[in-house]
């Protein structure tokens, strides 16, 4: 494995699980130092139902049931940026990539791993997270060897999205997806992770799903590569018999 350090820049607590939590799981079982950043600590979310806190006390819980996922897939803690929930748009950007440069410069990761411009499902922080890792990746280009030589975007297949009726998903064109791991070998990993997330497990229709449309959507992860330095295909180290 050449990977130094994978770093996945995202919004909210529970990004990190759905869309690439295996494949960073998979990551740290070869030996790659894997860290996620994360914006905010997910405030305007859901309480729980019941609730598990009050709203003033949901960062607190959520930032704890970060911490628990990140540990569940085996990776380094999380670093918190605790800009607020919803309005990212609103931050300084300068100051933000520095944040991301920050990060890079203490993992010197190989690999960054970000929302898709358009955010996925076009929340707005989920944009505006891609708009700072994309800077952070050109201005990265400063650090020499240190800097990341590749950016993913997650994505989701348009054939997934269509089987599953995900119409809200700006789901890619198959064809359009670079990579994709088959987590199979820490699905119970993955799933412990998504279960730490106690006071979000409502607002996710898949979880309360059948198992097949469940491993259908969440058993396959899927990048698009939208930056190179030189060709880097870090997936094809994460085949679930290996």
């Keep these: 494995m050449t990977e130094s350090g994978a770093l996945a820049v995202l919004a909210h607590p529970d990004d990190e699980v759905f869309r690439c939590g295996g494949t960073l799981a998979l990551l740290a079982r070869r030996g790659v130092r894997v860290q996620v950043l994360t914006a905010t600590r997910g405030e305007a979310g859901s309480c729980g139902d019941p609730p598990l806190c009050t709203p003033d006390e949901l960062p607190a819980q959520?930032?704890?049931?970060?911490?628990?996922?990140?540990?569940?897939?085996?990776?380094?803690p999380p670093c918190l940026l605790d800009y607020h929930d919803g309005g990212l748009a609103d931050v300084d950007e300068d100051e933000a990539v520095g944040h991301v440069?920050?990060?890079?410069r203490d993992l010197r990761p190989q690999v960054l791993l970000t929302w898709p411009p358009d955010g996925l499902s076009g929340h707005p922080d989920h944009i505006t997270v891609s708009r700072w890792t994309a800077q952070a990746f050109h201005q990265a280009a400063g650090l020499g060897s240190d800097a990341p030589v590749a950016l993913y975007h997650l994505a989701v297949p348009r054939s997934v999205a269509q089987a599953l009726g995900l119409?809200?998903?700006?789901?890619?064109?198959?064809?359009?997806?670079?990579?994709?791991?088959?987590?199979t070998l820490v699905?119970?990993?993955k799933l412990?992770?998504?279960h730490c997330h106690r006071s979000q497990f409502?607002?996710?229709p898949i979880l309360a799903a059948p198992e097949a449309r469940q491993r259908l959507f969440l058993g396959r992860e899927h990048f698009r590569r939208a930056e190179?330095?030189?060709?880097?295909?870090?997936c094809l180290d994460l085949r679930a018999d290996q």
């Design 228 to 234: 190179a330095r030189q060709r880097h295909d870090f």
């Design 192 to 194: 412990a992770a998504i």
């Design 62 to 76: 959520r930032e704890q049931e970060l911490r628990c996922a990140c540990a569940a897939l085996g990776i380094e």
């Design 202 to 204: 409502g607002e996710s």
């Design 167 to 183: 119409d809200q998903l700006h789901a890619i064109p198959d064809e359009d997806v670079t990579l994709t791991a088959d987590v």
């Design 101 to 104: 440069l920050a990060a890079i």
């Design 187 to 189: 699905w119970a990993q």
